[in-house]
């Protein structure tokens, strides 16, 4: 595109050249200097091809005039009808006038062939071209007006070309110009981190937000458009060169997270194996060691283990429903020990144990442990304020109708448990904070006389969970 503009200037420029070389008959000092003045501009890129073709084409106007005048003064004032013209223009045929018409000739041969070059689907530009194609046949007669005529066509035709070719440009900016915007903003969005390389692509969005609004107050001359053209190109290479920043910040960053992923697979490799050498050396297999060796359901690793799955569950919002805890004693388990003993107590805890499992398997089978001795503890995920008092009132009501038997010992004996409730309710909640929340309300049920269910924090669980409608505060 470059080396084509640089054509058309040549070709101006020659034909400007050529004016100069008229007939002095022809000219005024004007117009002499100001196609001189002209000339230079073009030369020296103060002036656009635009604004040279509305220079030549009143400059082709004003030559046009004088000539006429020349013809004119030279036959007496005769009126200007066709046929005079033609008499005239026949007579002077061999002054300096006919050369200047076929310099013209030949300029305008140059500068239509480079155009239909440029332009090849353009209509207007292909027939001015066979029009002059038509005036080299005619060659040695002269043909000044018709020439001018032409110069003038051509450099309207010209001008609709360049019009079309600055808003083609200027929309290819725009457009480009978007682009870069949204790439910025994606990126800037994106990162990983607030440092220097991510801040300045973000400040690429304003940058190209300015652009494109000084792209629409922007007329179509060619020179502002080749100063914004510049402009974009400086942009994009500052902002390649902030990209090139970022992509190393972001690979550092990766770096980073990588060892720190290897130094912690690391960790966990060796907690495995530290993991499986205690089991071998305690003979028994790992998931083993997760397990109640009386009651065969979860102990306390296993309940500590399950407790780190759920607090990444709520941090990340993937459980599916309210959380709770439930804590279950049984009431004066001392004394039953004491007076039967300890083998009773086994069994008494065993007994517990089955009831609360089957007892929950109805209501989405909860995670349930032996916590310690003869605490248990229920994890309940996905039932209601309501649902996880009706379990609890369940159990209760079943330990306290079904008295516990052991034939072998032959003894009988009827027993109670004091419960508590805890609910995890936002963000802060986490499940060692919960355990205790629902131990407070357990050893308030103890304190009360036992046989009690107490729920910690009740008004703030009605309010962000569910309503509770059994139960004590
Ligand atoms: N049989 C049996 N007893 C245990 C076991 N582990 C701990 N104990 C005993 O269980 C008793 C725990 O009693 P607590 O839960 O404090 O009961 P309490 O103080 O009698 O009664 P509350 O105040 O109603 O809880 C202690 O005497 C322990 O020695 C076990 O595995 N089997």
């Not at 070059?117 to 029009?131: L, Q």
Request: glycine residues 4%; aromatic residues 8%.
């Amino acid at each position: 595109m470059r080396s084509d503009k640089e054509d058309i200037k040549q070709a101006i420029s020659t034909l400007l050249s050529n004016f100069s070389s008229f007939d002095q008959r022809i000219f005024n000092k004007k117009q002499e200097r100001s196609i001189l003045t002209l000339k230079s501009k073009l030369r020296s890129g103060e002036l656009s091809i635009h604004e040279s073709l509305d220079e030549i084409s009143s400059i082709s106007q004003d030559i046009s005039i004088a000539v006429s005048s020349a013809i004119q003064a030279t036959y007496g004032g005769k009126s200007l009808i066709p046929s005079a013209y033609s008499e005239g223009v026949e007579k002077i045929m061999h002054a300096d006038i006919a050369i200047a018409t076929n310099r013209l000739s030949v300029d305008l041969d140059r500068l239509s062939t480079i155009l239909v070059k440029e332009n090849p689907k353009n209509d207007d530009i292909r027939a001015i071209r066979e029009e002059v194609v038509g005036l080299k046949v005619h060659e040695g007669k002269t043909k000044f007006f018709e020439s001018m005529d032409i110069l003038s066509r051509l450099s309207w035709s010209m001008h609709r070309i360049n019009d079309r070719r600055t808003e083609k440009e200027k929309e290819y900016l725009g457009n480009l110009a978007s682009y870069l915007k949204s790439m910025a903003n994606k990126i800037s969005d994106s990162s990983t981190t607030n440092d220097k390389s991510s801040r300045s692509l973000s400040s690429f969005v304003k940058r190209f937000d300015g652009f494109i609004e000084e792209l629409e107050h922007t007329g179509n001359n060619e020179v502002n458009v080749d100063t914004m053209r510049d402009q974009m190109l400086y942009q994009v290479k500052m902002m390649q060169s902030s990209m090139n920043d970022f992509i190393n910040n972001q690979n550092r960053v990766i770096r980073e997270q990588k060892d720190i992923i290897e130094s912690q697979q690391a960790q966990i490799l060796s907690m495995e194996s530290n993991v499986a050498t205690m089991s071998k050396n305690l003979g028994i297999a790992p998931q083993e060691m997760l397990k109640d060796n009386l009651t065969g359901v979860a102990n306390k690793r296993g309940y500590d283990l399950h407790c780190e799955q759920l607090h990444e569950k709520w941090k990340n919002k993937q459980n599916t429903g309210p959380l709770s805890m439930i804590v279950i004693n049984v009431d004066h388990f001392e004394k039953i020990n004491d007076i039967h003993n300890r083998d009773v107590g086994d069994l008494i805890v065993t007994w517990l144990s089955d009831v609360i499992k089957n007892l929950g398997s109805s209501y989405k089978d909860p995670f349930f442990a032996r916590y310690e001795e003869d605490l248990f503890v229920i994890c309940t995920e996905g039932l209601s304020p309501f649902e996880a008092l009706s379990l609890i009132k369940r159990i209760q009501t079943y330990v306290q109708k079904n008295p516990f038997n052991s034939s072998y010992y032959q003894v009988s004996l009827s027993l109670t448990v004091s419960i508590g409730l805890a609910f995890f309710i936002d963000e802060y909640d986490a499940p060692q904070g919960v355990f205790s929340f629902a131990v407070k309300a357990l050893n308030q049920s103890k304190r009360k006389g036992r046989n009690q269910v107490w729920i910690s924090r009740a008004s703030l669980i009605s309010e962000k969970i569910g309503p509770l409608t059994a139960g004590k505060k």
